[in-house]
């Protein structure tokens, strides 16, 4: 693909389109979507231009105007991705969808919330938790993630064992396409088979597909009771071990999260928490949650003692709302308390099928010490989902830590492989996972989805070189403007 530079011309009908003030083009204001919660040292690349547009006319526009000049355009929501999915690698128009945050509509009568793209996901829960209902898209940056963001990851989280994860409650969504059209796909409906589920292909298409304007989003009724458990084990293998016990049981958890007395501790100390940690060398965190306050109470009893028959230390059942809400701060934290103890870190995603996950960490403890990296594990550890997270030591100098971090990425996501799971549960290949995308996937695979891309966006123009090469040729990555064609990379954040 050859892509072309926003020339002066292209700034000034970005301006008639969308309006002085919503064109951002000095360095100083562009410099924070430069990054997302990737390395920004590692993966950053800067915008030549940030546009800030209110309605989806103006996001058509804007694109068809990208499409006819060939300019990258890159779809961003909070910024809080975990692949580099946001960033503007071949520079161009980076497309913020932050001033398109409106309640389109509340439908109570078909149980459904039509928002624009921009709403950050705990406004959109707190907004229906008003009416007694419930969105269950739970991601642990609900306090500032997009639901537009959601969509294009298809965001799991916290609670995806008990409800699924966010596609599950997209009835539809309004696109525009990488050629400037306006297209609703699907609808309030609960069933839908007339042609194509185009709609379920743009989910998790990390923007590559077009950009989600706005979503008919499915509400459920909001679960009249919930409890936590708190269970310490001697070691992160007997917590992990149960997890496949648990979820054969016969009762399903909201939430099983995973935190290894490391993750547990940073986070505690991040938050001046004083939670007891006893001998625990792991933690998980159990929800449930019920049509009432006996069933939950039930059921709560029925896993924590079926903890206890597995060897847990102790169990703390969590009963108000307020110890509920300080353990889930402590999992929520996690990944912040480690990027400020140990900013220079890879923080992984692998999923695999839940009676493997006790397969994991054993591989896990193999590779850090092979590498000489800690891995840290954390996780939604009862969707078969644990986020090891590569941290460098800071006696490692960085040229060894790129390499040795490269290296033990390659073995991990083999071994996930062979275990039969995939590189990614819910952060998304985008940038940083391309490279190793390849070598677990059928070749097929890829092709088909490159074939739908070429079909969807001819001029290769809507968030380029994310999840694979759309140019298979050696040396095909683009003239003109490209990675190191545009502008520098961001400095270290
Ligand atoms: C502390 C922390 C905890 C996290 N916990 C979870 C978790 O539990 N579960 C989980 O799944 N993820 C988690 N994440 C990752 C991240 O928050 C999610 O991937 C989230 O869905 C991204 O939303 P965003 O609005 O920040 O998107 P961005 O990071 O801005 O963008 C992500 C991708 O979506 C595309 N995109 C954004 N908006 C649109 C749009 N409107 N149309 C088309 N494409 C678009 C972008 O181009 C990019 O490819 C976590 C991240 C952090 C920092």
């Known amino acids: 693909m050859t892509y072309h530079p926003v020339t002066p011309e292209v700034l000034s009908e970005l301006r008639a389109i969308v309006g002085e003030r919503q064109v951002l083009a000095d360095a100083e204001r562009i410099e924070a979507y430069g990054h997302d919660e990737t390395s920004a040292s590692e993966y950053g690349h800067l915008p030549e231009v940030v546009v800030l547009p209110t309605e989806t006319a103006q996001v058509a526009e804007i694109v068809r105007l990208a499409n006819r000049e060939r300019i990258p355009i890159t779809p961003r929501g909070a910024g809080s991705g975990l692949s580099g ?24 009568d078909n149980m459904t919330v039509t928002v624009e793209a921009g709403m950050v996901t705990n406004d959109l829960a707190h907004l229906v938790q008003e009416r007694d209902l419930f ?97 310490l084990f001697r070691t992160p293998r007997e917590a992990i ?90 999992r929520r934290n996690v990944p912040e308390a480690f990027k400020v103890a140990s900013p220079i870190q890879s923080t992984e995603d692998i ?32 969707d078969g989902n644990l986020h090891a997270k590569l941290v460098k030591d800071p006696a490692m100098d960085t040229e060894t830590w790129l390499r040795h971090k490269d290296a033990c990425l390659r073995e991990l996501y083999q071994v996930t492989h062979d275990l039969g799971g995939k590189i990614s549960g819910e952060h998304g290949i985008g940038l940083k996972r391309k ?11 890829i092709e088909l989805m490159r074939a739908i891309k070429r079909a969807w ?37």
């Open 135 to 231: 969105f269950a898209g739970y991601p642990m940056s609900v306090e500032t993630c997009f639901i537009g963001g959601n969509i294009a990851h298809n965001a799991g989280g916290g609670k995806a064992i008990k409800y699924g994860v966010t596609g599950r409650y997209v009835l539809g969504l309004e696109l525009v396409t990488p050629t400037g059209d306006v297209v609703w796909l699907g609808g309030k409906l609960a069933k839908n088979v007339s042609g194509y589920d185009l709609k379920s292909l743009v989910i998790g298409s990390e923007g590559t597909l077009g950009i989600v304007t706005q979503a008919i989003i499915k509400l459920i009724a909001q679960p009249k009771a919930a409890s936590d458990l708190l269970v």
């Open 85 to 108: 999915g946001a960033i503007p690698v071949f520079g161009g128009i980076l497309l913020s969808l932050e001033k398109m945050n409106r309640l389109v509509e509340l439908d109570l």
């Open 435 to 445: 490279k190793y995308l390849p070598a677990v996937t059928d070749p097929v695979e």
């Open 241 to 330: 071990d149960l997890v496949p016990i648990i979820m054969a049981a016969g009762v399903v958890p909201t939430s099983i999260e995973f935190m290894d007395r490391l993750s547990f501790q940073t986070a505690c100390a991040y938050l001046n928490e004083t939670l007891p940690l006893a001998d625990a060398g792991a933690f998980l965190l159990i929800e449930i949650d019920g049509a009432g306050p006996e069933a939950v109470e039930r059921d709560l009893f029925a896993v924590g003692d079926l903890c206890e028959q597995h060897g847990a230390l102790e169990v703390y059942v969590a009963e108000d709302r307020n110890t509920i809400e300080r353990m889930w701060t402590i």
């Open 457 to 493: 966006d001819p001029h290769g123009i809507m968030n380029p070189g994310k999840i694979f090469d759309l140019d298979t040729a050696p040396g095909a990555s683009g003239t003109g403007v490209g990675p190191d064609a545009a502008r520098p990379p961001v400095a270290p954040g």
């Open 351 to 382: 999923v695999v099928p839940i009676a493997r996950i006790p397969d994991v960490l054993p591989e896990l403890e193999r590779l850090s010490e092979r590498w000489g990296i800690r891995i840290p594990c954390f996780g939604h550890a009862g």
